[in-house]
């Protein structure tokens, strides 16, 4: 960005001459102009010293014109010029040698002119402030809370009388809760400074609920000594009151922490029973050990990341489409997998293992040798980052929202698609009695095959979920497949149910525990406490029940 | 669908007759004279010359094979499909790494003769209590047998006691080795954390890397596969053997029977866990380094790929295993890296698909077939 050198001796007194006739030129203009006002506070704004440009700034906000803002920006910016010929303000855009001029008032492009034809109005450090302040106050005004929220929060970072007594006006008419709970907050925390005790003691009172971080620090300090042994507070009364406050907040704070943890740990619960829900039916309906379900998983992510190679133009709906495509991509290498292999080996659940888990190595190389050793980019859409700020001391990440609803929502239609449908039933027959099934005229093989290609493309969607909360590699699959057994195993196996409480439940003591032993220590925790579960009930939280419970 | 129990039947019986064995004791018994032999006397670049590294290879095989033999005697004989004996494996190397390091002394990089670098590194003041101990020779053999002992003494009581078996087993022994990979990775264990123990120097005050030291090693890991593979045939045509084979093919029988079926289990558990745990100890110090990455579940798994391919339920036939797919691996990483898994991969499907006695089954119905073909 070049700036328009520093005016020459020169030129300062070519203005000087050219004043006088440019605001008479003027003069006839600001007639014309619908906000005369505005025009007349810039025209005196290149002569302005910097005590006087504050005084126009607070006219120009007066004035209540939407084209102040955009100057006020500009001169923020340091983007608002006056031309040297005709001594009108433009608001200008340096690019390399020139500068695109627009005139500030009509909006209307001027054309590029040369960095010596127009000077900048320049600002110092205070008068930015000033330019903040005023930014502010008049987006105050704006219609959308979103913008007036923001302005309370500019404002109460430099709050002197004069912008208070804007904010007190401005609460007397604002409908806003979150806006209006902003601007109390602001005043009480500025009351604190009075001088008069009640004053200070009503605002310690009205902040005794606040979740702001900086309402917790001005109490501890009010309610507690300084380095030299002196309290921040003189006066006892509003010490108790402030500790008093600190209490109610401290004990706010933990609750929100609480909630904080468990939705953490449900969203990590979600990833368990995520990876853990294509498990269930193949190994928990079908009794089939799938040892290559990481793969598929990984499969699936891999999907998503060939999905954005191939749109990378709508980035934000590559997910909806790479949800379908991983369920076919992964549901297809399982029933080739259930055909090819698993089906010469029923009743043989250690050599199923095996077999499996060569299906797994051959995929984690095929992935290496088609794509890479090294793991892809996988681009998180804009819907998805970010997090939703629920108040000052608890934000939800949208991923994790998000996790959350995805997994809710495939359990429920896993569960609607065994329970209402044909093919469900069909399952669950097979899976009850094979012989018996098989005399009603039920295509064993075929629902064998079906079956197994549904887990498979299940695991293929968690796939599409873990690609935006992990690192997409060939090794994907086999960071999550002792977990996702781990789950199966201590929900029951044979039992969606049983896998949706295992998993939120594993993932809550997983969160539960991290603050204290660390994550890698949280997570041995856990396998331990599996292991010795398992010792005490070998059939999982919610065994089957009935003659073929045995296995 | 059956899962678990009476699933394994289809097993050769135990062979009063052991041919394989014999021949098996043979070679080892040739190859721990010749290979030596080759390495010291003839001059280097002659035809008969066996490398130094030829050598250390052959032993890592043959460390490998008792463990192949471990996992046999459980699964081939007793039915536990153990997804978790490289723990075993790994435990037993790193109570030998734990000497071993002790025995570096003040020659490490950072000159503290008391802790090892790793510790100094970390800032660490003193030795941690399970450290000590380990500068003593005899403890430290005395601990490569315990520490596995102990820990499949109480993994497996737990387990078999409450009756776990089948899949469920094989899943909680591979959560068992994860968990230990984790714990192992990390850096306040006390174990090296990622980086594990290497940089050896010297055994028993003899420097690892002198021809006499490496013979010695290699000498006493032939003798340790030929005694263990003794030890599992004393076992398995012993009476408790006997009892052993019948839990593996009708376990709920051999219980109405009267036999106290999870004590039969646990010892041979715990056995099993004991020859894993010196052969990983034998590997360490050749091989020159242990970390975590031995716990880690694929290995445990391939493991049992090596009985399969051999041949499960004959006890030759896994050491065989593990020196054939090995010797594959080594050739087959070296010339064409990427290759590798596809075989690997590919040879666990063929074998459970189509080769359910393994190599050595193979050439057993061979060998009849050719028998019967002559009698006619």
């Known amino acids: ?551 | 669908m059956p899962v678990g129990e009476g699933a394994v039947t289809d097993i050769a019986p135990v062979r009063v007759a052991d041919r394989g064995g014999r021949r098996l004791l043979l070679v080892l018994a040739v190859v721990a004279v010749l290979v030596p032999v080759l390495n010291v006397l003839p001059a280097e670049g002659s035809f008969l010359h066996v490398s130094s590294y030829s050598m250390t290879l052959i032993a890592k095989y043959m460390s490998y094979g008792m463990l192949a033999l471990a996992v046999d005697l459980i699964w081939g004989y007793c039915g536990i499909l153990s997804l978790g004996h490289g723990a075993f494996f790994a435990l037993g190397g790193y109570a030998m790494g734990m000497y071993l390091m002790r025995q570096i002394g003040a020659r490490g990089v950072y000159g503290n003769p008391l802790l090892p670098d790793f510790m100094v590194f970390l800032n660490w003041k003193e030795l941690p209590w399970f450290w000590h101990g380990f500068e003593s020779f005899p403890y430290t053999l005395a601990m490569v047998i315990l520490v596995p002992a102990m820990l499949a003494l109480v993994f497996g009581f737990l387990a078999f006691r409450s009756r776990v078996s089948g899949v469920y087993l094989s899943i909680i022994t591979q959560a068992l080795t994860y968990a230990l990979m984790l714990a192992f990775f990390r850096n306040d264990m006390g174990f090296g954390g990622n980086n594990g123990f290497t940089d050896f120097k010297d055994i028993l005050g003899f420097n690892l890397q002198a021809t006499g030291t490496r013979v010695a090693l290699f000498v006493c890991t032939t003798l340790a596969l030929g005694s263990s593979y003794r030890l599992c045939r004393y076992v398995i045509t012993s009476r408790a053997g006997r009892v052993i084979v019948a839990i593996r093919d009708a376990e709920s029988r051999a219980r109405f029977l009267g036999y106290q079926v999870e004590y039969y289990k646990l010892w041979v558990f715990v056995l099993s866990a004991i020859i894993a745990g010196i052969a990983g100890a034998l590997y360490v110090p050749q091989i020159g380094i242990i970390n975590p990455s031995e716990f880690s579940p694929v290995n445990s798994i391939e493991i049992v790929i090596w009985v399969a391919i051999g041949g499960r339920g004959t006890l030759y036939g896994a050491v065989v295993g593990a020196f054939l797919v090995n010797l594959a691996k080594t050739y087959l990483t070296g010339a064409f890296p990427s290759f590798w898994l596809y075989g690997l991969g590919g040879l666990f499907i063929v074998v459970t698909l189509f080769l359910p006695y393994g190599v050595v089954g193979v050439i057993g119905q061979w060998r009849r077939a050719r028998l019967e073909g002559s009698t006619l």
């Open chain 1, 1 to 551: 960005m070049t700036r328009t050198p520093i005016p020459t001796v020169l030129t300062i007194l070519v203005f000087l001459v050219g004043v006088g006739s440019a605001r008479a030129a003027r003069a006839g203009g600001t007639e014309a102009a619908d906000k005369p006002g505005l025009a007349s506070l810039l025209a005196q704004l290149p002569d302005a010293s910097y005590a006087d440009k504050r005084v126009l700034i607070g006219r120009m906000v007066q004035t209540q014109d939407p084209k102040v803002r955009v100057v006020l920006r500009a001169m923020l910016d340091d983007s608002l010029y006056v031309r040297a010929s005709d001594q009108r303000i433009f608001i200008g855009e340096a690019d390399q040698e020139t500068i695109h001029l627009t005139d500030a008032l009509s909006g209307q492009a001027a054309g590029a002119v040369s960095g010596d034809a127009v000077s900048l109005i320049g600002v110092n450090n205070q008068l930015r402030k000033t330019l903040r302040v005023a930014l502010a106050q008049f987006d105050l005004n704006n219609p959308d809370a979103g913008v007036r929220l923001a302005a309370v929060k500019e404002m109460l970072r430099a709050l002197n009388a004069e912008s208070q007594a804007v904010l007190r006006s401005r609460l007397g008419m604002e409908h806003d809760s979150a806006v209006r709970r902003q601007i109390k907050e602001g005043l009480a925390l500025s009351d604190l400074d009075s001088s008069d005790a009640a004053i200070r003691l009503a605002a310690v009172v009205a902040l005794s609920r606040s979740l702001n971080p900086d309402v917790y620090n001005r109490l501890s300090a009010m309610a507690g000594r300084d380095s030299d042994g002196v309290y921040g507070e003189a006066d006892p009364a509003i010490r108790a009151a402030a500790q008093a406050g600190l209490r109610v907040i401290e004990r706010y704070r933990r609750f929100y922490a609480v909630v904080q943890t468990m939705i953490y740990g449900v969203s990590e619960g979600s990833v368990f029973v995520l990876i853990a829900i294509g498990l269930a039916i193949t190994f928990g309906v079908m009794g089939v050990i799938n040892m290559a379900h990481g793969e598929l998983m990984m499969l699936g992510a891999y999907t998503t990341y060939v999905v954005q190679l191939l749109m990378p133009n709508h980035i934000g709906s590559s997910i909806l489409v790479a949800i379908p495509a991983a369920f076919l991509v992964s549901g297809a290498i399982g029933v080739a997998i259930e055909r090819g292999i698993v089906r010469h080996l029923y009743g043989r659940p250690l050599e199923t293992l095996l077999a499996t888990f060569g299906v797994s190595l051959i995929l984690q190389q095929a992935v290496r040798d088609i794509f890479s050793p090294n793991n892809r980019p996988v681009i998180t859409p804009d819907w998805l980052a970010g997090s939703l700020q629920i108040n000052d001391v608890l934000a939800i990440t949208y991923n994790r929202l998000y996790i959350i609803i995805f997994t809710i929502a495939l359990f429920l239609a896993l569960l609607t698609l065994l329970k209402r449908t044909r093919l469900g039933l069909d399952v669950r027959a097979v899976s009850q009695n094979r012989e018996m099934a098989k005399a009603m005229g039920v295509r064993t093989a075929w629902v064998d095959a079906l079956t197994f290609g549904l887990g498979s493309g299940i695991a293929g969607i968690a796939g599409v979920a873990l690609s935006q909360l992990t690192n997409v590699g060939p090794n994907l699959g086999q960071s999550y497949i002792v977990d996702s057994f781990m789950v199966v195993v201590f929900g029951g196996v044979g039992n969606l149910w049983g896998t949706e409480v295992s998993g939120n439940a594993l993932g809550v003591v997983n969160k539960l525990l991290e603050p204290y032993a660390g994550a890698v220590l949280a997570k041995i925790f856990v396998l331990v406490f599996l292991i010795l579960f398992i010792q005490w009930k070998p059939r999982g939280l919610f065994p089957q029940k009935g003659r073929n419970a045995g296995g």
